[in-house]
């Protein structure tokens, strides 16, 4: 689809109100797919039989049901939590599967998990949440299980910064409108607030995680597994 072809709407981005989530963010985001297609293939040596899966700012569900239907251990408890009705709603969970409306910086009500998902999430709620959230999730996690968490940065370096963002745009207009890409970032100056790589890792070792790597990276956004 060419931007010429795309919607020419301009109404205001919101998780509440945006139709077709899925298909917004696979356009929106560059490898979009490989970088569920590795989750996927990364979630095998995590998912035990009888064993528990948190997908935090779940959307639609959608990368868990995947999960489910992909994995061959039993008696999985697959669990996501998002804070948009809009997202949860109307998705039927398969067997296995739960979709929780809840607020991440209050919900604490983890069991103990074999992995847990945050796919673009940590960047959406406040700074001073993020660390104590990460903490929560290192105490549920079982001794071996994993965090997978995904980010788009920031660069320190202005002039990088500034070409890997046009980059970035110049891959939108394959899939938007001019329009439609101002009013999306005009829409996420207040609610979301990228932090540098260093930043992350700096919080992911003060949560307790002492063995990371990013496994994928395109342009500004980043991957890393984490083991507990």
């Known amino acids: 689809m060419s931007a010429q072809a795309a919607d020419s709407s301009t109404k205001p981005f919101s998780f509440d109100t945006i139709e077709d989530f899925d298909k917004h963010i696979d356009l929106s985001i560059p490898d979009y797919s490989t970088l569920n297609e590795t989750i996927l293939r990364l979630s095998s040596y995590f998912v035990k039989d009888g064993g528990r899966v948190y997908d935090l700012g779940c959307s639609t569900g959608k990368l868990l049901a995947n999960m489910a239907s992909s994995n061959s251990a039993e008696g999985v408890k697959y669990v996501g939590i998002d804070r948009s009705e809009n997202m949860i709603n109307g998705h039927s969970p398969k067997v296995g599967l739960e979709l929780l409306l809840a607020d991440l910086t209050s919900?604490?009500?983890?069991?103990?998990?074999?992995?847990?998902?945050s796919v673009f999430?940590?960047?959406f709620l406040p700074?001073?949440?993020?660390?104590?959230?990460?903490?929560?999730?290192?105490?549920?996690?079982?001794?071996?299980?994993?965090?997978?968490?995904?980010e788009k940065l920031f660069i320190p370096d202005?002039?990088?910064?500034?070409?890997?963002?046009?980059v970035y745009y110049d891959h939108k207009r394959v899939s938007f409108t001019p329009e439609q890409i101002f009013d999306k970032q005009r829409s996420l100056r207040k609610?979301?607030?990228?932090?540098?790589?260093?930043?992350?890792?700096?919080?992911?070792?003060?949560?307790?995680?002492?063995?990371f790597y990013p496994f994928w990276q395109s342009l500004l956004f980043k991957a890393w597994v984490c083991i507990k």
């Open 121 to 123: 999430t940590l960047q």
């Open 127 to 150: 700074i001073g949440e993020r660390l104590p959230l990460l903490r929560r999730i290192y105490a549920a996690l079982r001794p071996g299980a994993a965090l997978i968490v995904s």
């Open 107 to 117: 919900f604490d009500e983890y069991k103990p998990a074999d992995l847990v998902l």
């Open 191 to 211: 609610i979301m607030r990228p932090l540098t790589s260093e930043q992350n890792e700096a919080m992911l070792r003060e949560a307790g995680f002492s063995s």
């Open 158 to 166: 202005g002039y990088l910064q500034d070409v890997l963002s046009f």
